[in-house]
Nanobody
Framework: QVQLVESGGGLVQAEGSLRLSCAAS????????LAWFRQAPGKEREFVAA????????YYADSVKGRFIVSGDTAKNTVYLQMNSLKPEDTAVYYC??????????????????WGQGTQVTVSS
């Protein structure tokens, strides 16, 4: 049974930093893509960043390029999202997701079979 457990959310001032972690368990994630999405109140869930397991090149939404970094530790089965220069508009619940890599752009929720419970990130101005 696949489990994704996020941690690291919290309250931070604008221009501050946070690092989110997603601990994945329940199977081998070779050939999988692990991603971060976020959902603000009243808005649809949106793609933030993704990383194909054991590959170098990540994917980022335009809104976070240059500020967020997605990385992974395969030994710990953990994916991280380092968030720098945070803005109030980054406020949302952040979700970790996992799905078998299909070769398509991994920026849509339908590419993912497994989701974590989410962690709240609040950025004050």
């Amino acid at each position: 049974q696949v489990q994704l457990v996020e941690s690291g959310g919290g309250l931070v001032q604008a221009e501050g930093s946070l690092r989110l972690s997603c601990a994945a368990s329940g199977r081998s994630f070779s050939g999988y893509v692990l991603a971060w999405f976020r959902q603000a109140p009243g808005k649809e869930r949106e793609f933030v960043a993704a990383r194909i397991w054991n590959r170098i090149f990540p994917y980022y939404a335009d809104s976070v390029k240059g500020r967020f970094i997605v990385s992974g530790d395969t030994a710990k089965n953990t994916v991280y999202l380092q968030m720098n220069s945070l803005k109030p508009e980054d406020t949302a619940v952040y979700y970790c997701a996992a799905g078998r890599y299909s070769g398509r752009n991994p920026n849509t929720p339908m590419e993912y079979d497994y989701w974590g419970q989410g962690t709240q990130v609040t950025v004050s101005s």
